[in-house]
């Protein structure tokens, strides 16, 4: 599959006018790697059409990235210089629509020491985490992807370069409902609805807490937060009132549970790709709320690392439920792309929560939303928990039990 100059405006202007819905006047931020100058163009002109007042492009670059861990200080990179904060802290000002292109090489920090990799994060993050919070639910983004060679191997090792890229682009076309002859637009509108009617019956049950349950050993319950709400598929934009799409693809809804707790065991079904290295086979037992031991088959030392990131990096941000029919999960191969991975079956996500769920979420300050139970880190970092036999359970505060998923997928 080559594809076509046609799709790929179709898709630019999906991801801009669904996704990140840009609106007239706005600034965007576009993060994007310098091998895909040419979509960044075709992103850019769409913004500009939409109505953008200006676009600003980061550019990326793994291999510049691996080469600073190789060879620079890990206090030098742990520093943040007085352009770098002033550039987030404009952010607060000019509260940009954020879209972001994933194509990174899964294996691009491969060999590189897990303790700098955390460290220089952690140190990094402590700057930039209070202007995050400043944005946070006051800007329109969306990440969304497009396959790199690397990437593209890393899915079909036994393909040529060109057949694995078109192989992961067929993939990630179908996941976003991009095809020739149908209006992406309109197919979005219509997958939106779906989760949305989801997210409305779960919310309608009344449920304390939720039941998961595996053969491979996941046995584990967590604790809701009363009154918090599932969203699913978009969000809006606290000041301006305007709906977007955050990821594309979207297949979950989602919460954030009770910070503090959760009793047992969680057990991933597919690898965990954090950092550019990959974490495998691996599960985490949470007790008294708080992640207590962790095992890994393969990045033991980074699994452990990322758990000891901050405070709350121990506890859980997000319970997402995602069935096993999902488009990405019917492709059939594993991405090594969390975006992707996320939407392919149930998950939870380690570290930072979400206080929209909340009544009024958008105008609580972190410690307020804190205060009713949502979980609050510098990491937000989701693992896939969805095995083709996890059962949950939601169990209300009189005892009552209602299946929500069995094998897989709903009930």
Same mark, same amino acid.
């Given at each position: 599959?080559?594809?076509?100059?046609?799709?790929?405006?179709?898709?630019?202007?999906?991801?801009?006018?669904?996704?990140?819905?840009?609106?007239?006047?706005?600034?965007?931020?576009?993060?994007?790697?310098?091998?895909? %100058?040419?979509?960044? !163009?075709?992103?850019?002109?769409?913004?500009?059409?939409?109505?953008?007042?200006?676009?600003?492009?980061? *550019?990326?670059?793994?291999?510049?990235?691996?080469?600073?861990?190789?060879?620079?200080?890990?206090?030098?990179?742990?520093?943040?210089?007085?352009?770098?904060?002033?550039? /987030? $802290?404009?952010?607060?000002?000019?509260?940009?629509?954020?879209?972001? =292109?994933?194509?990174?090489?899964?294996?691009?920090?491969?060999?590189?020491?897990?303790?700098?990799?955390?460290?220089?994060?952690?140190?990094?993050?402590?700057?930039?985490?209070?202007?995050?919070?400043?944005?946070?639910?006051? %800007?329109? *983004?969306?990440?969304?992807?497009?396959?790199? +060679?690397? &990437?593209?191997?890393?899915?079909?090792?036994?393909?040529?370069?060109?057949?694995?890229?078109?192989?992961?682009?067929? !993939?990630?076309?179908?996941?976003?409902?991009?095809?020739?002859?149908?209006?992406?637009?309109?197919?979005? $509108?219509?997958?939106?609805? @779906? /989760?949305?009617?989801?997210?409305? &019956? =779960?919310?309608?049950?009344?449920?304390?807490?939720?039941?998961?349950?595996?053969?491979?050993?996941?046995?584990?319950?967590?604790?809701?937060?009363?009154?918090? $709400? &599932?969203?699913?598929?978009?969000?809006?934009?606290?000041?301006?009132?305007?709906?977007?799409?955050?990821?594309?693809?979207?297949?979950?809804? @989602?919460?954030?549970?009770?910070?503090?707790?959760?009793?047992?065991?969680?057990?991933?079904?597919?690898?965990?790709?954090?950092?550019?290295?990959?974490?495998?086979?691996?599960? /985490?037992?949470?007790?008294?709320?708080?992640?207590?031991?962790?095992?890994?088959?393969?990045?033991?030392?980074?699994?452990?690392?990322?758990?000891?990131?901050?405070?709350?990096?121990?506890?859980?941000?997000? +319970?997402?439920?995602?069935?096993?029919?999902?488009?990405?999960?019917?492709?059939?191969?594993?991405?090594?792309?969390?975006?992707?991975?996320?939407?392919?079956?149930? %998950?939870?996500?380690?570290?930072?929560?979400?206080?929209?769920?909340?009544?009024?979420?958008?105008?609580?300050?972190? !410690?307020?939303?804190?205060?009713?139970?949502?979980?609050?880190?510098?990491? %937000?970092?989701?693992?896939? /928990?969805?095995?083709?036999?996890?059962?949950?359970?939601?169990?209300?505060?009189?005892?009552?039990?209602?299946?929500?998923?069995?094998?897989?997928? &709903?009930?």
């Amino acid at each position: 599959m080559s594809v076509s100059s046609q799709l790929l405006q179709k898709y630019a202007r999906l991801i801009v006018r669904t996704g990140g819905s840009v609106q007239p006047g706005q600034v965007v931020q576009l993060t994007i790697s310098v091998e895909l %100058h040419e979509f960044a !163009a075709l992103l850019i002109e769409e913004c500009y059409q939409a109505g953008a007042k200006k676009v600003n492009v980061d *550019w990326q670059y793994d291999l510049q990235n691996r080469l600073n861990f190789l060879y620079a200080e890990q206090d030098v990179l742990s520093g943040v210089l007085p352009w770098e904060e002033e550039k /987030i $802290k404009q952010m607060t000002v000019d509260l940009p629509c954020r879209i972001y =292109i994933a194509s990174e090489d899964p294996d691009a920090m491969n060999g590189i020491d897990a303790e700098k990799l955390s460290a220089v994060m952690q140190s990094r993050s402590k700057v930039f985490k209070p202007y995050r919070n400043m944005i946070d639910g006051k %800007h329109q *983004w969306v990440i969304a992807a497009y396959p790199s +060679v690397k &990437w593209a191997k890393k899915c079909f090792p036994a393909l040529d370069a060109e057949e694995a890229v078109d192989r992961l682009w067929d !993939a990630i076309l179908k996941t976003v409902y991009v095809r020739e002859d149908t209006d992406p637009v309109e197919a979005w $509108k219509a997958h939106t609805d @779906f /989760i949305k009617k989801k997210a409305d &019956w =779960i919310n309608a049950q009344g449920f304390s807490s939720l039941r998961y349950k595996s053969a491979n050993g996941t046995d584990f319950t967590v604790g809701l937060i009363p009154g918090a $709400k &599932w969203e699913g598929a978009g969000a809006v934009n606290a000041l301006n009132g305007v709906f977007y799409i955050c990821n594309m693809p979207t297949e979950e809804i @989602f919460t954030s549970p009770m910070a503090g707790q959760c009793e047992g065991t969680l057990v991933a079904v597919k690898p965990l790709s954090w950092n550019s290295q990959l974490i495998e086979n691996f599960s /985490i037992t949470f007790a008294g709320g708080r992640a207590v031991s962790c095992r890994a088959e393969k990045g033991q030392a980074l699994l452990e690392q990322m758990i000891h990131m901050d405070e709350g990096a121990c506890m859980l941000g997000e +319970v997402a439920l995602v069935p096993k029919e999902s488009p990405v999960n019917q492709c059939g191969f594993l991405f090594y792309e969390t975006l992707f991975d996320e939407n392919a079956c149930c %998950h939870c996500a380690l570290g930072m929560g979400f206080k929209e769920v909340l009544p009024g979420g958008d105008k609580l300050t972190v !410690a307020q939303a804190q205060a009713q139970g949502v979980n609050d880190s510098i990491i %937000h970092v989701d693992f896939m /928990i969805g095995a083709d036999d996890l059962s949950i359970d939601g169990l209300r505060p009189d005892g009552a039990e209602t299946p929500i998923f069995r094998n897989g997928t &709903w009930a």
